[in-house]
């Protein structure tokens, strides 16, 4: 089992920055693949980014690339979204998702998940 707790939401401004946290414990390792989604109200659930902890790769949907980046910092088992240049449209409850395959778009190839973090970006 892999625990994961995201952390960062908020509330800023159109323009602004955050940076999402999710923490991952339990039965951690290098051979899973960590993926940010996110659900906007009355929308489905949708990929942002995601890393392969073991090499580095990312993967950005392409709504965010060049604002967003996914980091890892292995010390701390955490994985690390930063989102700047925020737009309205970036308004959603984000996801931490981990996945003993490859990284993929797909959220249903993720087995285990955070319980989410809201991000509010007004206008």
């Known amino acids: 089992q892999v625990q994961l707790v995201e952390s960062g939401g908020g509330l800023v401004q159109a323009g602004g920055s955050l940076r999402l946290s999710c923490a991952a414990s339990?039965?951690?390792?290098?051979?899973?693949?960590m993926g940010w989604f996110r659900k906007a109200p009355g929308k489905e659930r949708v990929f942002v980014a995601a890393?392969?902890?073991?090499?580095?790769?990312?993967s950005y949907a392409d709504s965010v690339k060049g604002r967003f980046t996914i980091s890892t910092d292995n010390a701390r088992n955490t994985v690390y979204l930063q989102m700047n240049s925020l737009k309205p449209d970036d308004t959603a409850v984000y996801y931490c998702?981990?996945?003993?395959?490859?990284?993929?778009?797909?959220?249903?190839?993720?087995?285990?998940w955070g319980q989410g973090t809201q991000v509010t970006v007004s206008t």
């Open positions: 998702a981990a996945s003993s395959n490859n990284y993929s778009e797909f959220w249903w190839t993720y087995e285990y």
């Open positions: 339990g039965r951690t390792g290098r051979n899973y693949a």
């Open positions: 890393i392969s902890w073991s090499d580095g790769s990312t």
